[in-house]
Each structure stands twice: as structure tokens, then as C-alpha cells.
């Protein structure tokens, strides 16, 4: 099987390893990556299926049709952990029925969803706006910053679990921010809710010496958006986060752009993404600062200890 791989483009691997990472992405996503028209797009996209690098099946919507969805087949899995190194790690994607599972899943359009919009973040990036770095799905972002923030044991299960997390660099800058993609199924006290566990790991970060970041909710509908930032406003744990929304969904605007509304807001006047970091300032800076002067404090007490022992 890993002969047909060892034909594959460059293109093709960081394609592939997109999907694995992903687990579930869109022929007109996959184009929008890689590819410069969409007819080039599906014709390649279907020779990765035919040699088992990718799968793909169609969705059955209740109306109109949908596009062709791809995941990670035997022999992409198989490539990937040659490449890296652990041919176990990619496998479990490759389970029938887990793959089955997904074909169902009722968080199927929020993942794909989710997906459009860091893509959409990428294709900007394509013609010269900007680079979209450290792109991380819900487990790697969950992973990571878990992995940073120092956090009581009783309060993990608090922890939030964020769609996606990424750093945006234009002009020269950069911003980090968690995503909650809202596709307007969540009850609006449960999605204030998440704020509580935002508020933990910020906290968690902080003693670290990590800054917080951005916290970015993207709705499906300007009045959905309008309803949400009033429930958020009110909610006790906004005060400690840095909040954006947007009604902009990824597929029509680019969020790199001025769709962003800051929380609490300041002005009504939309903002750039890359502009978030100086619009809303972090909660935590005099708390990190604080901790940073204990540190260095302690660090000169032993220091003087040691040689004063000497």
C-alpha cells in the first residue's frame, strides 16, 4: 500500500497529514488550502481516495446536496506514522466504526464549521494577509494549554475544552486566541457558562507567566450574536477574560478582517483580528507582573543564601 504513497507530492502529505490532524475536512476546504480551482481540487482529491490515502463519504442533508467529506484512510495513516516515527498513532482514525460514528455524528456541521474558519483564516494567509501559525484542533488546544496553566486538581474538571486555538501574525504582530464556534444549537446560559472554566485556565496561565488569550465567539447570525454578548456581558466571569464576537461566518467574510465587536464594548466600531491585542487588554497583566517580581525576589534571596552559606 505504501508504494502508491511514495508518488505523492509534497502537497499531497501536508494535505493528508491536514485531514489526520483534523480529522474531517470538505472537498471545497481541501481546495481552498491547497489548490488553485476546484476542479483540479476534486480530481486529485479523488485519485488520494482511490489509493486509500484519504476516504470519503457524502453526508445525506434533508435538502439540496452536500459536498464530498474526507478523512483519513489506511494507507495516509499508515504514511503519516511512518513519517512519524509511531505507526499506532494514527490508526484508531481509521476504525470502521469510529469512522462510522462520525459519518453521524450531530456535531458533524460544527466541526466542519469550525474548520471553514481557521481555512478561511489560511486562504487569506495564501494571497499575502498574513500567516495563520500553531493551527490546533479541540484536543491539541485542550492539550496544551492544560499542559501550561498551573490548576488546582479539584478544578480540571472545570477546564474548558476550546474548538480550535491558533496564532494570527499580520503587519508585523501577533495574536493567540481559543475559538467557541456557535452554531446556534447551545443554550445561551450553558455557552456563559464556559466563561467559569475560561476564567480557571486564564488564571492558570497567569501564574505561569503566561498572557491570556483572546477568546473568540463566532455566531451564525447577527442576532444570535446580539442575544449571546448580552448573556456573556452579564455573566460573572467576563470581566477576567478578553471576549470577542463576530456574526460574520467564516464562508462570506474573512475573520481576519473588521468583523470583530470587543466585550465589554469600548466602542461599536469593528476591529481587525490582528487589532484585538491592543483593543482589549489582558486582566491579568498586573498579577503576572506581580508574580514575576516574586520570582525574581526569591530567585536573589537564594542566590544570596547560597553564598552567604558558602
Not at 32 to 60: D, E, K, S
Not at 212 to 226: A, N, T
Not at 261 to 275: E, F, Y
Request: include cysteine; hydrophobic fraction near 40%.
Amino acid at each position: 500500500m505504501l508504494s502508491a504513497a511514495s508518488h505523492l507530492t509534497d502537497r499531497d502529505r501536508w494535505l493528508v497529514r491536514l485531514v489526520g490532524e483534523h480529522r474531517v475536512l470538505t472537498t471545497d476546504q481541501l481546495a481552498a488550502l491547497g489548490f488553485g480551482n476546484i476542479t483540479t481540487a476534486r480530481h486529485r482529491l479523488a485519485v488520494l481516495a482511490r489509493i486509500g490515502v484519504l476516504r470519503r463519504f457524502r453526508p445525506h442533508p434533508e435538502s439540496g446536496s452536500a459536498p464530498w467529506h474526507y478523512l483519513l484512510g489506511p494507507v495516509g495513516a499508515a504514511m503519516l506514522g511512518a513519517e512519524d516515527r509511531d505507526e499506532k498513532r494514527w490508526m484508531p482514525q481509521v476504525r470502521g466504526d469510529r469512522q462510522l460514528a462520525l459519518e453521524r455524528s450531530q456535531r458533524l456541521a460544527h466541526m466542519t464549521g469550525r474548520n471553514w474558519f481557521f481555512i478561511t483564516l489560511a486562504a487569506h494567509a495564501r494571497h499575502g494577509g498574513g500567516e495563520l501559525r500553531d493551527w490546533l484542533n479541540e484536543t491539541g488546544a485542550a492539550a496544551r494549554y492544560e499542559q501550561r496553566a498551573v490548576v488546582n486538581s479539584g478544578d480540571r474538571w472545570r477546564l474548558p475544552h476550546p474548538d480550535g486555538a491558533a496564532t494570527w501574525v499580520q503587519d508585523g504582530r501577533e495574536v493567540t486566541f481559543w475559538l467557541e464556534y456557535d452554531t446556534g444549537t447551545e443554550h445561551l446560559p450553558v455557552l456563559a457558562g464556559k466563561l467559569d472554566g475560561y476564567r480557571v485556565l486564564a488564571a492558570g496561565l497567569a501564574w505561569t507567566g503566561d498572557p491570556c488569550p483572546l477568546l473568540l465567539f463566532c455566531f451564525p447570525s447577527p442576532r444570535r450574536e446580539q442575544a449571546a454578548r448580552r448573556a456573556l456581558g452579564a455573566a460573572r466571569d467576563a470581566a477576567s477574560l478578553r471576549i470577542a464576537t463576530t456574526a460574520a461566518g467564516p464562508r462570506a467574510i474573512s475573520p481576519a478582517g473588521p468583523v470583530w465587536l470587543p466585550l465589554p464594548a469600548g466602542t461599536a466600531r469593528q476591529v481587525r483580528l490582528i487589532d484585538l491585542e491592543q483593543v482589549i487588554p489582558d486582566p491579568w497583566q498586573d498579577y503576572r507582573e506581580q508574580r514575576a517580581h516574586e520570582r525574581r525576589d526569591r530567585a536573589e534571596r537564594e542566590y544570596t543564601w547560597h553564598y552567604q552559606d558558602d
